[in-house]
C-alpha cells in the first residue's frame, strides 16, 4: 500500500521529468515546466467550467503547454541564448500569467468526473496516475531507443557540432524536444488539478528544480548525451522514496529540506566531477 502512494504521488513529477530527460540529453534543461504544469491545470479547469467538453479542454491545455515548449525551443535552439536564464524567466511570466487567470485564487471544477481521472484505480487497485505514468514512460522509452529522432537526441548532446555536421537536423530536433518537456509538463498539470479538484497559481513553484535534479540524480547529465526515461524514473523515485522514510520518520520538515538539499548538492557536485574528469582524461 505504501508502495503504491508512493508511485502515486512521484507520477505528477516523473511526467514531467520523461519530457525534461528529453531537453536534457540534447543538452539543455527546462526550468518554465512548473509554471507550464500550474498554467495548464488552471487552463483545464477553467474552460470545462466555461462548459467546454471535458476532453476538449484537456486537449486545448496540452496545447497551450506544448506551445509554451515551441517558444522555449525558439529562443533557445534558433536564437542560441542560454537555456537556463530563458526557461527560468519563461516560468516566471507564466507564474503571473496563470496569477491573473485566477486573481490568484483557487479555481475548483464544477464537473464530478474531471476529480475522477486521477483518482480512480484500475487494473485492481492501481492508481490511474501510475498507470498514466507508466504508459507514458513507455511511449517516451520507444521514442529514444527506437527512433531515428531519439538516437539524434543523443548524438546532439554527445557533441552539437559534430552532429550538425553529420547531417542532422539540429535546430529541429532540438526545438521538438522542448516542445515534448512542455507537452509533458501540461499534462502533468492537467493531473494535478484533476487530482486536487482545483487549478491554483501556487502550485509548481518548486517543482522545476526538483524534477531536473531529479533527473541528474538519476544519471541524465546536464552535458547532454546520455541517460534515459529510466534514469530520470529512479532519479525521481529517490527523492520520493526519501521524503516518504523521512515522513514516516517523522523528521521536521526544516530538518527535510536540509537532508534533501544535501544529497541533491553531492550528486551534482559527482556528476560535474565525473565530467570534468573524463575531459582531463582526454
Known amino acids: 500500500y505504501n508502495f503504491l502512494s508512493i508511485l502515486r504521488d512521484a507520477s505528477i513529477n516523473v511526467i514531467i521529468a520523461f519530457g525534461v530527460t528529453l531537453a536534457v540529453i540534447c543538452g539543455g534543461c527546462d526550468l518554465s515546466v512548473g509554471s507550464v504544469m500550474c498554467m495548464s491545470g488552471i487552463l483545464a479547469v477553467q474552460m470545462i467550467n466555461a462548459g467546454t467538453d471535458i476532453w476538449l479542454s484537456i486537449v486545448l491545455a496540452v496545447a497551450a503547454g506544448a506551445a509554451v515548449g515551441f517558444i522555449n525551443g525558439f529562443l533557445v535552439v534558433h536564437q542560441r541564448t542560454e537555456p537556463f536564464i530563458i526557461t527560468l524567466g519563461v516560468g516566471m511570466l507564466l507564474k503571473g500569467v496563470s496569477q491573473q487567470l485566477t486573481d490568484a485564487h483557487p479555481v475548483s471544477s464544477k464537473n464530478p468526473f ?152 553531492a550528486i551534482l557536485w559527482l556528476d560535474c566531477f565525473g565530467i570534468k574528469r573524463k575531459k582531463e582524461a582526454v
Not at 521514442?143 to 531515428?148: A, E, Y
Not at 526538483?210 to 547529465?221: A, D, K, L, P, R
Open 114 to 265: 474531471f476529480m475522477k481521472i486521477a483518482n480512480g484505480k484500475m487494473l485492481g487497485g492501481i492508481p490511474n496516475l501510475a498507470v498514466i505514468m507508466v504508459v507514458l514512460g513507455i511511449l517516451v522509452y520507444l521514442l529514444l531507443r527506437f527512433t531515428s529522432f531519439g538516437r539524434n537526441c543523443y548524438a546532439i548532446g554527445g557533441d552539437y557540432d559534430v552532429a550538425k555536421y553529420s547531417g542532422i537536423n539540429v535546430i529541429r530536433t532540438k526545438w521538438i524536444a522542448f516542445i515534448l518537456s512542455g507537452a509533458a509538463a501540461a499534462i502533468a498539470g492537467v493531473l494535478l488539478s484533476s487530482k486536487l479538484n482545483t487549478g491554483s497559481s501556487i502550485y509548481g513553484d518548486d517543482t522545476a528544480l526538483m524534477v531536473n535534479c531529479g533527473v541528474v540524480i538519476g544519471g541524465t547529465s546536464f552535458s547532454g548525451g546520455v541517460g534515459g526515461v529510466l534514469q530520470s524514473f529512479v532519479g525521481l523515485m529517490v527523492l520520493q522514496f526519501l521524503t516518504n522514510c523521512m515522513n514516516m520518520l517523522g523528521i521536521a520538515p526544516y530538518v527535510q529540506q536540509v537532508l534533501q538539499g544535501t544529497v541533491i548538492v
